[in-house]
T-cell receptor, first 113, second 114 residues
Framework: GENVEQHPSTLSVQEGDSAVIKCTYSDSASNYFPWYKQELGKRPQLIIDIRSNVGEKKDQRIAVTLNKTAKHFSLHITETQPEDSAVYFCAASSTDSWGKLQFGAGTQVVVTP | DTEVTQTPKHLVMGMTNKKSLKCEQHMGHRAMYWYKQKAKKPPELMFVYSYEKLSINESVPSRFSPECPNSSLLNLHLHALQPEDSALYLC?????????????FGPGTRLTVT
């Protein structure tokens, strides 16, 4: 089955700096890669996703890149703000998996003012 | 309506109790999911319903029994749980179909088994 590894487990950044979280996956059939943000006590919320036919996707301060050959994808947050502090999960899914998401272990991001 | 709702928000139950968790969505989604999440861990898939049929059971103990009465509702019946079953139980929904797509999560039910 699919295995997703996520690094780092914790990330501290100064407000205004950039943050990068990296994930690798094992199943070459995976073709959908969402990123979820979960604030303390809240539900996971999708912040951006990318499909395997696209190499990069951007939404304001957030971007995701995908390297299918190397089987890794990354989340980039620019101009970080205190409200970006949360746990971020990457995930992977494939067409034949009934929508099953295989999550990474998560990254605790702390943005200090 | 772009929300998934879950009731109750909190539940405390003894090991001999029977209780049910409820999940509802009105987005027309045809896939619904139950996840279990422990503190500081990612959501862990338990069950997937696709078009009201159970598609995935991730080897979940029989003390957890899912039910999908219709395309908008998903229940999780609990019986004879163990303290280690204490966790946040999240419901999610998506359009379903062969191509994976965004899953919308509910706020969860915080379950404590005493």
């Amino acid at each position: 089955g699919e295995n997703v590894e996520q690094h780092p487990s914790t990330l501290s950044v100064q407000e205004g700096d950039s943050a990068v979280i990296k994930c690798t996956y094992s199943d070459s059939a995976s073709n959908y890669f969402p990123w979820y943000k979960q604030e303390l006590g809240k539900r996971p919320q999708l912040i951006i996703d990318i499909r395997s036919n696209v190499g990069e996707k951007k939404d304001q301060r957030i971007a995701v890149t995908l390297n299918k050959t190397a089987k890794h994808f990354s989340l980039h947050i620019t101009e970080t703000q205190p409200e970006d502090s949360a746990v971020y999960f990457c995930a992977a899914s494939s067409t034949d998996s009934w929508g099953k998401l295989q999550f990474g272990a998560g990254t605790q991001v702390v943005v200090t003012p | 309506d772009t929300e998934v709702t879950q009731t109750p928000k909190h539940l405390v139950m003894g090991m001999t109790n029977k209780k049910s968790l409820k999940c509802e969505q009105h987005m027309g989604h045809r896939a619904m999911y139950w996840y279990k999440q422990k503190a500081k861990k990612p959501p862990e898939l338990m069950f997937v319903y696709s078009y009201e049929k159970l598609s995935i059971n991730e080897s979940v103990p029989s003390r957890f029994s899912p039910e999908c009465p219709n395309s908008s509702l998903l229940n999780l019946h609990l019986h004879a749980l163990q303290p280690e079953d204490s966790a946040l139980y999240l419901c999610a929904s998506s359009w379903g179909g062969e191509v994976p797509n965004e899953q919308y999560f509910g706020p969860g039910t915080r379950l404590t088994v005493t």
